[in-house]
């Protein structure tokens, strides 16, 4: 059920905040024991919190998850890390929280991630491995897998999720879900556990469009607390979602579609073009021909920033600490080896290599470059077009550990999606059809849309639009 379908029902007296809240708990026991999307639910704060709903506000009631890099007051946050599974409870509401809370919503459940949000399957969290609900041999994406998870079980209304490099937008895409990342700034990070502090960016994973809408516009907004906020007005996103596509000019890059992308992605992807050329849109080619650029660049990027922002994890202020270490030299050691995992391991590395004296210009600067040349071919192609459109990940969902010692793979899935956060411009994953792949016959696939800077508004009637298609 929809945020705004469960809304309704509120407000005709069908149901209330209680008894929705009860049902939720119960649907979790029986359904995610499979999926595995909830690292942890305070049923009992979520039932307090319903039974003083006030259902005049925007979201009154409502119960929205939250990926466990987002910090809520009195729950874990843990970032699906060793690091800080043990003892550390958020003292604090993080902007996005406040937010929701102030609108009426519940915040409810702690959703399962890849640590510290470094991964693309979730496969990388050290808590537990979770499972894509449309076929659970399969990966749910990552790295908010947990959040896409949940809302395609069923067992979440909606969830907010963080966008580094795709990680709402390809979970979202595997699950067959909506997922939005909006513009840089657009949404405070105050609250956000930071990976690369200028990629992240928090946004919603909903079952429908009007619901992603809905979350935004609650979101969204400048906060002092967040030195990188934007401070301009934000637009009421209902006002336009429902005008069509007639007239809007979309660009296809002849770079999204290349060597490696499977088929059946293809296939629908081009359907759903072609049905929006039917509606009135204007189809254009374009070209972005930085993009064979942008993985490399990211990893050296996001990797340099989460070398810094993960030197506060040191055992000593909170977290993993080490029992009897020999110094403080070897409380760091023992402290950051027992509670971080490989991948983020291989991350700090990368990141302190190419932040090091002699290799900082040779890598760091000259991929603040390319990101410069990324950031105008978009700027470019927005002159000529209103929104750009492609695929969200060139295969669907592959199998749980088929990438394990092939990491490589994972990185290139990520082609697609990592040119927006580069950019900063706002995009999203709308479901697009199913298709066989890898002996599954119906796995879902995502359709992205990119705008430009703070284009949520056009970017949300074209995703609108986009869902009431008949695809695949």
């Keep these: 059920m929809s945020l705004v379908t469960l809304r309704r029902q509120y407000r005709n007296g069908e149901t209330t905040p209680s008894e929705v809240m009860a049902r939720l708990a119960d649907t979790i026991v029986t359904r995610d024991t499979k999926t595995g999307a909830y690292l942890s639910h305070d049923l009992d704060v979520a039932l307090k919190a ?29 970032c699906g890390s060793k690091f800080l599974v043990k003892n550390y409870i958020s003292h604090y509401d993080a902007t996005v929280i406040v937010k929701l809370k102030n609108l009426g919503a519940i915040p409810f ?6 640590e510290f949000a470094m991964g693309s ?42 966008d580094t490099g795709g990680s709402i937008r390809q979970p979202a895409s595997h699950c067959g879900v909506v997922g939005l990342k909006p513009t840089y700034g657009r949404v405070s990070r105050y609250g956000l556990v930071a990976f690369a502090s200028s990629l992240d960016q928090i946004g919603p994973l909903t079952s429908t469009v009007d619901d992603a809408a809905l979350i935004l516009q609650a979101i969204a907004g400048y906060d002092p607390q967040d ?42 992807v081009e359907s759903g073009i072609r ?77 302190t290599y190419v932040l090091s004296s002699g290799y900082y210009d040779a890598y760091y600067t000259r991929a603040q470059k390319v990101r410069a040349l990324i950031t105008k071919d978009f700027k470019r ?23 394990a010692d092939d990491t490589l793979q994972d990185y290139l899935a990520d082609i697609f999606t990592i040119p927006a956060n580069l950019a900063g411009i706002p995009a999203m994953s709308v479901p697009c059809g199913t298709t066989a792949f890898d002996g599954s016959d119906s796995l879902p696939v995502g359709i992205q849309i990119l705008a430009p800077h ?8 074209v995703a609108k639009a986009i869902e009431g298609l008949s695809l695949p």
């Design 50 to 78: 319903a039974a003083l709903a006030d259902l005049s506000k925007p979201l009154g009631g409502l119960p929205i998850g939250i990926k466990d890099n987002i910090n809520t007051l009195g729950q874990p946050c843990t």
């Design 381 to 403: 192609a927005f002159e000529a077009v209103d929104v750009i459109i492609s695929p969200v990940a060139p295969t669907p969902a592959r199998k749980i550990n088929s990438c």
């Design 275 to 351: 049905q929006l050329e039917a509606l009135g849109a204007v189809i254009l080619p374009i070209s972005l021909p930085h993009t064979e650029h942008a993985v490399a660049t990211y990893y050296v990027i996001a990797s340099a920033e989460a070398s810094s922002n993960l030197s506060r994890f040191d055992g000593i202020r909170y977290g993993n600490r080490a029992d009897n270490p020999a110094d403080i030299i070897d409380l760091y050691h023992q402290s950051r080896e027992l509670g971080f995992g490989s991948e983020v391991k291989r991350r700090i590395i990368l990141g």
């Design 121 to 162: 399957a979730t496969e990388n969290s050290a808590l537990q491995t979770t499972s894509n609900p449309r076929d659970h041999a399969r990966i749910p994406g990552g790295s908010s897998g947990g959040s896409a998870a949940a809302v395609a079980d069923g067992t979440a209304f909606a969830a907010l999720g963080s």
């Design 109 to 114: 459940g702690r959703m399962n991630m890849d």
């Design 454 to 461: 703070l284009g949520e508004g056009i970017m949300l009637r």
């Design 227 to 268: 030195s990188t906020s934007l401070d301009v007005p934000v637009p009421d996103y209902g006002v336009e979602i429902d005008l069509g596509v007639k007239g809007i000019r979309i660009g296809v890059p002849k770079e999204y579609f290349c060597e490696g992308i499977h088929s059946g992605v293809q296939k629908n």
